[in-house]
């Protein structure tokens, strides 16, 4: 088996002249996976007081109807936040390159359910620019958030995003290796077919 190369500490990828394959990592500093436990934890606590107060309110009374609007907006907050943190513990993007096309997936460990892209059919690929005095761009980087894509393209008017939380350099390295095996790959494959269907005219 090919032993992976590095872009990066969180990039890394297994190049043949068929396939590419790059995992990108969605771990994060021990400090600051500590944090977010914290901050769910603290979380956890509050809604047991939620939920608590709703089962302990009178039947149909005000107060009931308030503690189930707070323990849905609770509930829906905690899924988020633990989705999160089970994100940065076995979370990766995977990417791969193969024949005519590209496929992205957004794993869970060993689940995750990958988007299949023609690579024919992609346009405007490249690195997405970050402007940190936007609140919205600098929210989806922090290590809090899912989001923070930083390369991307359109595939029939539709924007497809992925390298979560990239710096500059990893974003820009990654786009120049999957750009080339995109014009290399397809072309390979492209090449193996005509020579094959040459190859069965000269039998017949």
Do not use: C
């Amino acid at each position: 088996m090919q032993a992976p190369k590095h872009i990066s500490d969180r990039i890394s990828f297994v190049k043949k002249p068929d396939e590419l394959t790059v995992v990108i990592s969605q771990e994060i500093p021990k400090k600051k996976e500590a944090l977010l436990f914290t901050w769910i934890m603290a979380w956890l606590f509050v809604g047991i007081a939620f939920i608590f107060y709703f089962f302990t309110s009178p039947p149909e009374s005000d107060e009931k109807i308030f503690f189930a609007v707070t323990v849905a907006f609770w509930a829906f907050f905690f899924f988020r936040m633990a989705k999160v943190f089970y994100w940065r513990r076995a979370g990766i993007e995977l990417l791969r390159v193969k024949e005519d096309y590209l496929t992205i997936k957004n794993a869970f460990g060993k689940y995750g359910k990958a988007r299949m892209y023609q690579i024919e059919n992609i346009q405007k690929f490249g690195t997405i620019p970050y402007d940190f005095t936007k609140y919205g761009q600098f929210l989806d980087r922090s290590f809090w958030e899912m989001g923070g894509e930083t390369v991307g393209f359109e595939h029939f008017n539709k924007s497809v995003r992925f390298g979560k939380q990239l710096s500059e350099k990893e974003s820009k390295q990654l786009a120049k290796l999957l750009d080339k095996a995109m014009r290399d790959i397809p072309a390979g494959f492209n090449r193996k077919i005509s020579d094959a269907i040459e190859e069965n005219a000269d039998q017949t």
